[in-house]
Protein backbone atom coordinates (compact mmCIF):
# COMPACT_ATOMS: atom_id res chain seq x y z
CA UNK A 1 0.00 0.00 0.00
CA UNK A 2 1.05 3.31 -0.65
CA UNK A 3 2.07 5.76 2.41
CA UNK A 4 0.51 9.27 1.84
CA UNK A 5 2.28 12.01 3.59
CA UNK A 6 2.14 15.60 3.46
CA UNK A 7 5.19 17.29 3.00
CA UNK A 8 6.05 20.78 0.56
CA UNK A 9 7.35 20.61 -2.68
CA UNK A 10 11.12 21.92 -3.24
CA UNK A 11 10.19 24.48 -5.63
CA UNK A 12 12.59 27.15 -7.31
CA UNK A 13 13.81 29.94 -5.28
CA UNK A 14 11.67 32.32 -6.59
CA UNK A 15 8.77 30.35 -4.51
CA UNK A 16 9.90 31.47 -1.24
CA UNK A 17 6.47 30.21 0.81
CA UNK A 18 6.86 27.16 -0.23
CA UNK A 19 10.28 24.78 1.09
CA UNK A 20 12.37 24.82 -2.34
CA UNK A 21 14.56 22.23 -3.71
CA UNK A 22 13.90 22.92 -5.90
CA UNK A 23 20.82 24.51 -6.87
CA UNK A 24 47.85 26.76 -24.15
CA UNK A 25 55.29 29.33 -26.92
CA UNK A 26 58.17 27.89 -26.26
CA UNK A 27 59.79 25.53 -24.06
CA UNK A 28 63.17 25.31 -21.73
CA UNK A 29 64.12 22.02 -22.45
CA UNK A 30 62.98 19.01 -24.33
CA UNK A 31 59.74 17.76 -22.80
CA UNK A 32 59.64 14.05 -21.23
CA UNK A 33 57.21 12.38 -23.04
CA UNK A 34 55.62 8.94 -21.98
CA UNK A 35 56.72 5.67 -23.77
CA UNK A 36 53.95 4.74 -26.64
CA UNK A 37 53.36 1.68 -24.55
CA UNK A 38 52.07 3.64 -21.20
CA UNK A 39 49.35 5.24 -23.39
CA UNK A 40 46.02 4.37 -21.73
CA UNK A 41 43.62 2.57 -22.92
CA UNK A 42 40.80 5.53 -23.65
CA UNK A 43 43.64 7.29 -25.57
CA UNK A 44 44.60 4.19 -28.14
CA UNK A 45 40.58 3.81 -28.00
CA UNK A 46 39.94 7.40 -28.89
CA UNK A 47 42.67 7.20 -31.60
CA UNK A 48 41.08 4.04 -32.82
CA UNK A 49 37.73 5.82 -33.09
CA UNK A 50 38.68 9.52 -34.37
CA UNK A 51 42.10 8.97 -36.64
CA UNK A 52 40.78 5.61 -37.96
CA UNK A 53 43.93 4.02 -36.43
CA UNK A 54 45.05 0.35 -35.30
CA UNK A 55 45.89 -0.21 -31.57
CA UNK A 56 49.51 -1.25 -33.26
CA UNK A 57 49.38 2.02 -35.78
CA UNK A 58 48.69 4.41 -32.56
CA UNK A 59 51.22 3.14 -30.54
CA UNK A 60 53.70 3.53 -33.69
CA UNK A 61 52.26 7.46 -33.83
CA UNK A 62 52.67 7.74 -30.10
CA UNK A 63 56.40 6.81 -30.53
CA UNK A 64 57.13 9.14 -33.56
CA UNK A 65 55.06 11.91 -32.81
CA UNK A 66 57.23 11.77 -29.40
CA UNK A 67 60.45 11.62 -31.10
CA UNK A 68 59.45 14.65 -33.10
CA UNK A 69 58.24 16.54 -30.38
CA UNK A 70 62.03 15.88 -28.63
CA UNK A 71 63.50 16.84 -31.78
CA UNK A 72 61.99 20.04 -32.68
CA UNK A 73 62.58 21.39 -29.12
CA UNK A 74 66.48 20.54 -30.20
CA UNK A 75 66.20 22.25 -33.18
CA UNK A 76 64.28 25.27 -32.32
CA UNK A 77 67.25 25.87 -30.17
CA UNK A 78 69.98 25.53 -32.28
CA UNK A 79 68.52 27.26 -35.57
CA UNK A 80 67.45 30.07 -33.40
CA UNK A 81 66.65 32.94 -35.69
CA UNK A 82 66.39 30.54 -39.01
CA UNK A 83 63.65 28.52 -37.06
CA UNK A 84 60.77 29.20 -39.35
CA UNK A 85 58.33 26.78 -37.20
CA UNK A 86 57.64 22.76 -37.67
CA UNK A 87 54.83 20.12 -37.73
CA UNK A 88 54.57 16.82 -37.34
CA UNK A 89 53.67 14.78 -40.88
CA UNK A 90 51.91 11.71 -40.47
CA UNK A 91 52.14 10.56 -43.46
CA UNK A 92 56.02 10.44 -43.60
CA UNK A 93 55.90 10.46 -40.42
CA UNK A 94 58.26 12.69 -39.56
CA UNK A 95 59.16 16.50 -38.07
CA UNK A 96 59.05 18.86 -41.26
CA UNK A 97 61.05 22.00 -40.03
CA UNK A 98 60.93 25.27 -42.12
CA UNK A 99 64.06 27.27 -42.19
CA UNK A 100 64.56 30.78 -43.51
CA UNK A 101 68.44 30.20 -43.91
CA UNK A 102 68.80 27.39 -46.90
CA UNK A 103 72.57 26.63 -45.72
CA UNK A 104 70.71 25.36 -42.40
CA UNK A 105 68.73 22.61 -44.44
CA UNK A 106 71.12 19.89 -44.34
CA UNK A 107 71.88 20.41 -40.83
CA UNK A 108 68.14 19.72 -40.54
CA UNK A 109 67.95 16.77 -42.87
CA UNK A 110 71.00 15.32 -40.63
CA UNK A 111 69.54 15.25 -37.38
CA UNK A 112 66.59 13.09 -38.90
CA UNK A 113 63.36 15.71 -39.60
CA UNK A 114 62.33 16.90 -43.14
CA UNK A 115 63.78 20.61 -43.88
CA UNK A 116 61.35 22.86 -46.11
CA UNK A 117 62.79 27.08 -46.82
CA UNK A 118 60.06 29.66 -45.83
CA UNK A 119 60.17 33.28 -46.12
CA UNK A 120 59.22 34.66 -42.25
CA UNK A 121 60.77 33.23 -39.12
CA UNK A 122 58.81 31.86 -36.55
CA UNK A 123 59.53 35.08 -33.99
CA UNK A 124 58.18 36.93 -36.78
CA UNK A 125 55.35 35.12 -37.10
CA UNK A 126 54.49 35.85 -33.40
CA UNK A 127 55.46 38.69 -33.44
CA UNK A 128 52.52 39.59 -35.74
CA UNK A 129 49.95 37.44 -33.84
CA UNK A 130 50.66 39.52 -31.15
CA UNK A 131 50.02 43.03 -33.21
CA UNK A 132 46.82 41.36 -34.15
CA UNK A 133 46.04 40.07 -30.05
CA UNK A 134 46.91 43.79 -29.05
CA UNK A 135 44.35 45.29 -31.90
CA UNK A 136 41.69 42.42 -31.52
CA UNK A 137 38.97 45.43 -30.30
CA UNK A 138 39.30 46.91 -33.39
CA UNK A 139 38.93 43.88 -35.35
CA UNK A 140 35.94 44.38 -38.13
CA UNK A 141 32.81 42.94 -37.69
CA UNK A 142 33.03 39.40 -38.98
CA UNK A 143 36.74 38.40 -38.04
CA UNK A 144 36.43 35.27 -35.90
CA UNK A 145 40.07 34.57 -35.64
CA UNK A 146 44.06 34.66 -35.67
CA UNK A 147 46.43 31.99 -36.14
CA UNK A 148 50.62 30.87 -36.71
CA UNK A 149 50.26 28.22 -39.21
CA UNK A 150 53.57 26.70 -39.63
CA UNK A 151 52.15 24.59 -42.21
CA UNK A 152 51.94 27.87 -44.83
CA UNK A 153 54.62 30.31 -42.67
CA UNK A 154 51.61 32.82 -42.70
CA UNK A 155 49.80 34.25 -39.50
CA UNK A 156 46.22 32.99 -40.87
CA UNK A 157 43.45 34.96 -40.35
CA UNK A 158 39.31 33.73 -40.45
CA UNK A 159 36.66 35.54 -41.14
CA UNK A 160 32.98 35.15 -42.30
CA UNK A 161 32.10 34.69 -45.85
CA UNK A 162 31.77 38.48 -47.74
CA UNK A 163 33.60 40.40 -45.29
CA UNK A 164 37.02 39.39 -46.54
CA UNK A 165 37.97 42.85 -47.90
CA UNK A 166 37.54 44.87 -44.54
CA UNK A 167 39.41 41.93 -42.88
CA UNK A 168 42.46 42.48 -45.35
CA UNK A 169 42.32 46.12 -44.57
CA UNK A 170 42.39 45.25 -41.07
CA UNK A 171 45.69 43.12 -41.62
CA UNK A 172 47.18 45.72 -43.25
CA UNK A 173 47.26 48.00 -40.50
CA UNK A 174 49.43 44.81 -38.73
CA UNK A 175 51.54 43.36 -41.58
CA UNK A 176 49.57 42.45 -44.15
CA UNK A 177 52.43 41.01 -45.92
CA UNK A 178 53.00 37.88 -43.35
CA UNK A 179 48.92 37.49 -42.88
CA UNK A 180 46.78 35.48 -44.95
CA UNK A 181 43.17 36.35 -45.20
CA UNK A 182 40.58 33.37 -45.06
CA UNK A 183 37.27 33.47 -45.46
CA UNK A 184 35.60 30.89 -43.94
CA UNK A 185 31.67 29.48 -42.31
CA UNK A 186 33.68 29.21 -38.81
CA UNK A 187 31.34 30.28 -35.90
CA UNK A 188 33.07 29.91 -32.87
CA UNK A 189 31.28 30.08 -29.64
CA UNK A 190 31.82 29.37 -25.97
CA UNK A 191 30.80 25.42 -24.91
CA UNK A 192 29.56 24.52 -21.68
CA UNK A 193 29.11 21.55 -19.87
CA UNK A 194 26.30 20.01 -18.19
CA UNK A 195 26.61 18.44 -14.97
CA UNK A 196 24.38 16.90 -12.30
CA UNK A 197 23.59 19.14 -9.41
CA UNK A 198 24.44 22.85 -11.52
CA UNK A 199 21.98 25.46 -11.26
CA UNK A 200 19.79 26.37 -14.27
CA UNK A 201 17.32 29.00 -14.43
CA UNK A 202 13.93 28.79 -15.98
CA UNK A 203 12.70 31.82 -17.65
CA UNK A 204 13.70 35.31 -15.81
CA UNK A 205 13.56 33.87 -12.31
CA UNK A 206 13.11 30.69 -10.73
CA UNK A 207 15.90 28.59 -10.46
CA UNK A 208 16.48 24.56 -10.12
CA UNK A 209 19.05 21.99 -10.45
CA UNK A 210 20.33 19.72 -12.84
CA UNK A 211 18.90 16.41 -12.51
CA UNK A 212 21.17 14.13 -15.06
CA UNK A 213 22.33 14.44 -18.76
CA UNK A 214 20.84 12.59 -21.37
CA UNK A 215 21.25 12.37 -24.85
CA UNK A 216 20.58 15.96 -26.17
CA UNK A 217 19.57 17.86 -22.13
CA UNK A 218 18.85 16.77 -19.39
CA UNK A 219 16.17 15.20 -16.56
CA UNK A 220 14.92 17.82 -13.84
CA UNK A 221 11.87 17.85 -11.64
CA UNK A 222 8.78 18.52 -13.42
CA UNK A 223 7.68 21.28 -11.02
CA UNK A 224 10.37 23.24 -12.14
CA UNK A 225 8.97 24.07 -16.02
CA UNK A 226 6.38 23.80 -18.06
CA UNK A 227 6.96 22.49 -21.59
CA UNK A 228 8.25 25.12 -23.64
CA UNK A 229 9.46 27.17 -20.82
CA UNK A 230 13.22 28.58 -21.64
CA UNK A 231 16.37 27.78 -19.92
CA UNK A 232 19.71 29.14 -19.10
CA UNK A 233 22.64 27.74 -17.42
CA UNK A 234 24.48 28.89 -14.03
CA UNK A 235 26.57 31.38 -16.25
CA UNK A 236 22.98 32.83 -17.40
CA UNK A 237 24.09 31.88 -21.23
CA UNK A 238 20.85 30.71 -23.11
CA UNK A 239 20.63 26.78 -22.66
CA UNK A 240 17.45 25.26 -23.72
CA UNK A 241 13.76 24.37 -23.43
CA UNK A 242 11.81 22.36 -21.61
CA UNK A 243 10.24 19.39 -24.18
CA UNK A 244 8.16 17.36 -21.63
CA UNK A 245 6.86 18.26 -17.71
CA UNK A 246 4.58 16.51 -15.58
CA UNK A 247 3.65 17.75 -11.78
CA UNK A 248 1.53 16.80 -9.97
CA UNK A 249 1.05 13.47 -10.03
CA UNK A 250 4.89 13.00 -11.06
CA UNK A 251 7.65 15.73 -10.70
CA UNK A 252 9.79 15.17 -13.43
CA UNK A 253 10.61 16.68 -16.77
CA UNK A 254 13.78 17.21 -19.36
CA UNK A 255 15.22 20.00 -21.10
CA UNK A 256 16.76 19.82 -24.87
CA UNK A 257 19.93 22.09 -24.66
CA UNK A 258 21.18 24.27 -27.65
CA UNK A 259 24.63 23.59 -29.34
CA UNK A 260 26.41 25.96 -26.71
CA UNK A 261 26.03 22.94 -24.08
CA UNK A 262 27.52 19.24 -23.91
CA UNK A 263 25.54 16.67 -21.74
CA UNK A 264 28.13 15.18 -19.50
CA UNK A 265 28.20 11.98 -17.59
CA UNK A 266 28.88 13.58 -14.20
CA UNK A 267 27.15 15.33 -11.27
CA UNK A 268 28.80 17.89 -9.04
CA UNK A 269 29.89 17.02 -6.01
CA UNK A 270 30.90 20.42 -4.65
CA UNK A 271 34.21 20.13 -3.42
CA UNK A 272 36.34 22.10 -5.28
CA UNK A 273 36.41 20.66 -8.59
CA UNK A 274 35.17 17.35 -8.04
CA UNK A 275 32.68 15.70 -9.81
CA UNK A 276 31.14 12.07 -9.59
CA UNK A 277 31.22 9.95 -12.50
CA UNK A 278 27.22 8.30 -13.72
CA UNK A 279 27.83 5.14 -14.62
CA UNK A 280 24.71 3.45 -14.79
CA UNK A 281 21.06 3.66 -13.71
CA UNK A 282 20.54 0.49 -11.28
CA UNK A 283 18.31 0.91 -8.56
CA UNK A 284 19.14 0.91 -5.07
CA UNK A 285 17.90 -0.86 -2.11
CA UNK A 286 16.14 -0.16 0.81
CA UNK A 287 18.42 0.93 3.37
CA UNK A 288 21.30 2.11 1.04
CA UNK A 289 23.60 4.90 1.11
CA UNK A 290 22.41 7.73 -1.37
CA UNK A 291 23.89 11.24 -2.14
CA UNK A 292 22.38 14.16 -3.66
CA UNK A 293 24.00 17.17 -5.26
CA UNK A 294 22.06 20.80 -5.55
CA UNK A 295 22.73 24.16 -6.39
CA UNK A 296 21.88 25.64 -2.64
CA UNK A 297 23.20 23.14 -0.45
CA UNK A 298 25.66 21.40 -1.98
CA UNK A 299 26.38 17.46 -1.39
CA UNK A 300 24.78 16.14 0.65
CA UNK A 301 24.26 11.74 1.99
CA UNK A 302 21.56 9.89 3.54
CA UNK A 303 19.50 6.46 3.11
CA UNK A 304 16.77 5.12 1.22
CA UNK A 305 14.15 5.07 3.53
CA UNK A 306 11.13 3.90 1.38
CA UNK A 307 10.26 3.65 -2.40
CA UNK A 308 6.55 4.09 -4.07
CA UNK A 309 5.53 6.81 -1.61
CA UNK A 310 2.47 9.43 -2.41
CA UNK A 311 3.05 12.99 -1.35
CA UNK A 312 0.52 15.31 -0.97
CA UNK A 313 1.84 18.83 -2.18
CA UNK A 314 -0.24 21.86 -1.73
CA UNK A 315 -0.22 21.52 -5.77
CA UNK A 316 -1.53 17.99 -5.77
CA UNK A 317 -0.22 14.47 -4.93
CA UNK A 318 2.33 12.77 -6.35
CA UNK A 319 2.97 9.10 -6.50
CA UNK A 320 5.79 6.57 -6.78
CA UNK A 321 8.19 8.86 -4.94
CA UNK A 322 11.60 7.25 -2.91
CA UNK A 323 11.61 8.86 0.68
CA UNK A 324 14.83 9.33 2.32
CA UNK A 325 16.36 11.05 5.16
CA UNK A 326 18.98 13.14 3.50
CA UNK A 327 18.25 17.16 3.50
CA UNK A 328 17.72 19.46 0.80
CA UNK A 329 16.33 23.19 0.77
CA UNK A 330 14.90 25.90 -1.78
CA UNK A 331 17.03 25.45 -5.42
CA UNK A 332 18.14 21.97 -4.80
CA UNK A 333 14.67 20.78 -7.00
CA UNK A 334 15.68 18.64 -9.37
CA UNK A 335 18.94 17.77 -8.56
CA UNK A 336 21.05 14.02 -8.81
CA UNK A 337 20.43 11.57 -6.29
CA UNK A 338 23.26 8.99 -6.53
CA UNK A 339 24.00 5.95 -5.28
CA UNK A 340 27.35 5.16 -5.77
CA UNK A 341 28.21 5.60 -9.08
CA UNK A 342 24.37 4.59 -10.57
CA UNK A 343 21.81 7.61 -10.66
CA UNK A 344 19.04 7.04 -8.86
CA UNK A 345 16.61 10.02 -9.33
CA UNK A 346 15.63 13.44 -9.42
CA UNK A 347 14.86 15.83 -6.02
CA UNK A 348 11.13 16.72 -5.43
CA UNK A 349 10.17 17.92 -2.41
CA UNK A 350 10.63 17.64 1.36
CA UNK A 351 10.49 18.89 4.70
CA UNK A 352 13.16 20.07 7.17
CA UNK A 353 16.47 21.82 5.93
CA UNK A 354 20.28 21.36 5.83
CA UNK A 355 20.72 22.71 9.33
CA UNK A 356 18.55 20.73 11.22
CA UNK A 357 17.92 17.71 9.10
CA UNK A 358 15.20 16.89 7.19
CA UNK A 359 13.29 14.10 4.70
CA UNK A 360 13.43 14.56 1.28
CA UNK A 361 11.86 12.40 -1.99
CA UNK A 362 12.92 12.24 -6.08
CA UNK A 363 11.53 10.61 -8.76
CA UNK A 364 13.46 7.71 -9.75
CA UNK A 365 15.05 8.21 -13.03
CA UNK A 366 14.32 5.26 -14.72
CA UNK A 367 10.75 5.88 -15.06
CA UNK A 368 11.85 9.99 -16.62
CA UNK A 369 14.11 8.04 -18.71
CA UNK A 370 11.24 5.44 -20.18
CA UNK A 371 8.55 7.72 -20.54
CA UNK A 372 10.32 10.30 -22.67
CA UNK A 373 12.39 7.86 -24.56
CA UNK A 374 15.71 9.09 -23.24
CA UNK A 375 19.05 7.87 -22.83
CA UNK A 376 21.25 8.27 -19.78
CA UNK A 377 24.62 10.06 -20.61
CA UNK A 378 27.12 7.51 -18.46
CA UNK A 379 31.14 8.26 -18.12
Known sequence: MKRTLVAAVLLSTAAAAVVTLPAFAGQDAAPTAPAADQASPEVLSAMERDLGLTRDAALARLDSEAKATALESDLRGALTESFGGAYYDAAAGKLVVGVTDAAKAADVRARGANATVVKHSAKSLDATAAKLDAQAATAPRGVTGWYVDVQRNTVTLTTAKGSGEAAKRFAATVDGSAISVVESTEAPRTLYDVRGGDAYYIGSGSRCSVGFSVQGGFVSAGH??????????????????????????????????????????????????????VKGSTEAAVGASVCRSGST????????????????????????????????????SGGSWLSGSQAQGVTSGGSGNCSSGGTTYFQPVNEILSVYGLRLVTS
Open 224 to 277: CGTRGASTSGSNRVAQGTFQGSSFPGNDYSWVKTNTNWTPRGVVNRYSGSTTVA
Open 297 to 332: TGWHCGTVQSKNQTVNYSQGAVNGLTRTNACAEPGD
